[in-house]
């Protein structure tokens, strides 16, 4: 059990459809996190949610559209991929206000763009 | 954002050996050193880390050394295992929120 859960596991969708990724962290963090791992850049950073509010985005293109309805909760709604979206989405939550603080990592969403 | 620069990119070591992986920064105001392993097919873990008031932390056989002058950081993991093969992270801190981090380093650990 890692305290972050991610649904679905893998996910194989094609160029023209919408789907969303799922989150939910148990820990009572205030922050909330998407990471992208691919075979070229193995941890980037997409979103940050700081207490509900985004407070990053790392020029993620607009076809990744996240949510974050409150601080346990973090959605990656995704529409129009392309092939080179295919990687592994990692979702991460901490606990802000006590300086930097570990980030703790669910399972990941295996996504193939078709 | 902060970069940081991580070597080797692949490191392959007989068991029982030692392995280093080093890690440079050019932000000197970073005072957040955390490493993260990631097994084959599983979630990154944090597995150690070290705050800038601090030069070495050591938890059984791993540690991390820091060199706030030479800006740099590094990981030791000492009598390596079979278990021990796993993709090594380091990271830093970008700005308030999240982490950045450097691009892995694979360790084989040979039998």
């Known amino acids: 059990e890692t305290g972050v859960t991610q649904t679905p596991r893998h996910l194989v969708m094609g160029m023209t459809n919408k789907k969303s990724l799922k989150c939910e962290q148990h820990?009572?963090?205030?922050?909330m996190y998407w990471y992208k791992q691919s075979a070229k850049k193995p941890l980037e950073l997409m979103f940050v949610?700081?207490?509900?509010?985004?407070?990053e985005n790392n020029s993620v293109p607009s076809r990744f559209s996240p949510e974050c309805p409150n601080s346990s909760h973090l959605f990656l709604h995704l529409h129009t991929l392309q092939p080179e979206d295919s990687a592994l989405y990692l979702c991460?939550?901490?606990?802000?206000?006590?300086?930097?603080?570990?980030?703790?990592f669910g399972n990941g969403t295996r996504l193939t763009v078709t | 954002g902060e970069n940081v620069e991580q070597h080797p990119s692949t490191l392959s070591v007989q068991e029982g050996d030692s392995a280093v992986i080093k890690c440079t920064y050019s932000?000197?105001?970073?005072?957040?050193f955390p490493w993260y392993k990631q097994e084959l097919g599983k979630r990154p873990q944090l597995i150690i880390d070290?705050?800038?008031?601090?030069g070495e932390k050591k938890d059984q056989r791993i540690a991390v050394t820091l060199n706030k002058t030479a800006k740099h950081f590094s990981l030791h993991i000492t009598e390596t295992q079979p278990e021990d093969s796993a993709v090594y992270f380091c990271?830093?801190?970008?700005?308030?929120?999240?982490?950045?981090f450097g691009k892995g380093t694979h360790l084989i650990i040979q039998p």
């Open positions: 991460a939550s901490s606990h802000l206000g006590q300086g930097n603080s570990p980030l703790h």
């Open positions: 820990l009572g963090h205030n922050a």
């Open positions: 070290i705050r800038s008031n601090v």
């Open positions: 949610y700081n207490f509900k509010e985004q407070t």
């Open positions: 932000d000197s105001a970073s005072n957040y």
């Open positions: 990271a830093l801190p970008l700005g308030a929120d999240g982490l950045t």
